[in-house]
């Protein structure tokens, strides 16, 4: 079952409508940049998790990729289409900027009008946050930010997370984690990653080819601010098998343990009490006003 409606260049379509040309830029060079924006659901309507900070991250994809400005009013859009949709669960909202002009003649460098589509759909069913996930140390390696702009949300970048991806469930794993082109610690294909030693928890650092992810800078305020310690840096390959617990966090999956990466288990297997305590501050972030300006309320 997919939603009834989705929003194209200014107008609620139905699903089935909602396409691109097969010569579209979008389709022959992956030219497009999009954002996922977790919302729940709840008895006082829909809450739409961090809205500005991920506008202002797809404006900065937007910029990158010299798309020239979106004519629609972006936010109304996604209002729009949470509205129509009459959702009554968790559901993510994804605006999508690309170009999708279908004129043959076009080059790799062509221009051109950008277009705005906007898809809201409820939140999968998460599959490893009760057990966690048994990861790979993938053989393929992070795009560098010499090759690809890694810090933006290009769909181009996918294919990176894909082959890790494929080949980590080939080998019978849950999951993969990227090294960067360095050999350190970069992230999950679609996840930042963490992990806790002695207290601490540490990260990548921004300059180790990863997303900007919103989740991962919402779980560093939450923790600094209960008083747990982190650490933005680079992280080695072999501290992993030093670690007492790691996480992937970001706004599709959430929060999801790591018990095990290449076949050995991370602290002694078992879900830590620090990933427990970040998955509650998490949960209730997206749930409970914190003064911070996070939620937009949207009422239906
Ligand atoms: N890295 C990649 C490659 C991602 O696709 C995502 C998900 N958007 C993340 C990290 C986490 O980012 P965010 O917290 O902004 O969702």
């Known amino acids: 079952m997919h939603p009834k409606y989705a929003y194209m260049d200014g107008d609620i379509v139905e699903w089935d409508k909602a396409r691109v040309h097969v010569f579209s830029p979008a389709v022959r060079y992956a030219t497009a940049v999009f954002e996922c924006i977790p919302c729940v659901h709840g008895t006082d309507g829909i809450k739409i998790f961090r809205l500005d900070d991920h506008l202002k991250r797809l404006e900065y ?36 900027v690309y170009l999708g002009g279908e004129s043959p003649g076009g080059s790799i460098g062509s221009k051109g009008k950008s277009s705005l589509a906007i898809t809201a759909y409820p939140k999968p069913i998460p599959k490893y946050q009760k057990h966690g996930c048994h990861i790979q140390v993938s053989s393929w390696r992070r795009i560098s930010d010499e090759a690809m702009p890694a810090r933006i949300k290009a769909t181009a970048n996918y294919q990176n997370g894909r082959m890790a991806e494929l080949q980590s469930h080939h080998d019978g794993y849950d999951g993969s984690l990227l090294l960067n082109q360095r050999g350190n610690v970069s992230e999950g294909p679609g996840q930042c ?30 923790a600094r601010n209960q008083g747990i310690q982190t650490e933005e840096r680079t992280v080695d390959r072999s501290e992993l098998h030093m670690a007492d617990e790691a ?25 830590g009490s620090l990933t427990h305590d970040i998955s509650k501050m998490y949960h209730d972030a997206l749930r409970v006003d914190s003064g911070r300006g996070w939620i937009t309320k949207f009422h239906d």
């Open 61 to 96: 994809s937007c910029k990158m990729m010299r798309f020239s400005d979106v004519e629609y009013d972006l936010r109304q859009g996604i209002f729009d289409v949470i509205e129509r949709n009459n959702f009554t669960q968790d559901i993510l909202v994804r605006p999508m």
């Open 247 to 271: 996480l992937f966090c970001g706004s599709t999956s959430g929060i999801v343990p790591i018990t095990g990466i290449d076949g050995i288990k991370v602290g002694d297997g078992k879900i």
């Open 193 to 222: 990653f963490m992990m806790v030693r002695d207290g601490m928890l540490i990260t990548p650092d921004v300059n180790s080819d990863i997303l900007e992810s919103i989740t991962r800078d919402t779980i560093l305020e939450l």
